[in-house]
């Protein structure tokens, strides 16, 4: 079930918009009439953490949407999920004071640059590696989950 919540309530759990992502994302998505599956959200640490879609989110943000539509997962729809690598990309982001969507302004980068300080640096987690994730994309349950170098 969704849930609709202002976007500064949500706590984003990467640091980086690959630009280009955000190119493909802007050129379906409907600022007239933004229509979109709900975000994946988990609470982690006190925080409704975005789970996946950031570049989605962030260019609805832009597009002047004040809410987004959630689904919060619950425990069946995270075990297949990395909650320990995701706790350590929270912390990743309130320690560089990324803190809600409108953060992003000044963190939209080329995909190189993406791949390089955000991708290799989740790979780089002790984390990631004890999950035992490769570069290939994890889908749970029907979300494109971090991990993979895909650029849909």
């Not at 300080?117 to 590696?129: E, F, G």
Request: glycine share 6%; net charge negative; with cysteine.
């Amino acid at each position: 079930m969704s849930t609709t919540v202002p976007c500064e309530e949500l706590s984003p759990s990467q640091l980086y918009i690959s630009g280009h992502k955000m190119r493909e994302v802007m050129e379906w998505f409907d600022f007239d009439n933004p229509t979109y599956d709900p975000f994946p959200v988990y609470i982690l640490g006190g925080n409704l953490t975005l789970l996946d879609g950031h570049t989605r989110a962030f260019v609805a943000y832009l597009g002047g949407v004040d809410t987004l539509r959630v689904r919060e997962l619950d425990g069946c729809d995270v075990e297949e999920l990395n909650l320990e690598l995701y706790r350590e990309c929270l912390d990743w982001c309130q320690d560089e004071g990324v803190t809600d969507l409108s953060d992003f302004i000044r963190r939209v980068v080329s995909h190189t640059t993406y791949k390089e300080k955000w991708v290799d640096r989740c790979h780089s987690s002790p984390h990631y590696n004890d999950w035992g994730a490769s570069t290939e994309s994890v889908w749970w349950p029907d979300y494109y989950i971090r991990g993979s170098t895909r650029l849909s």
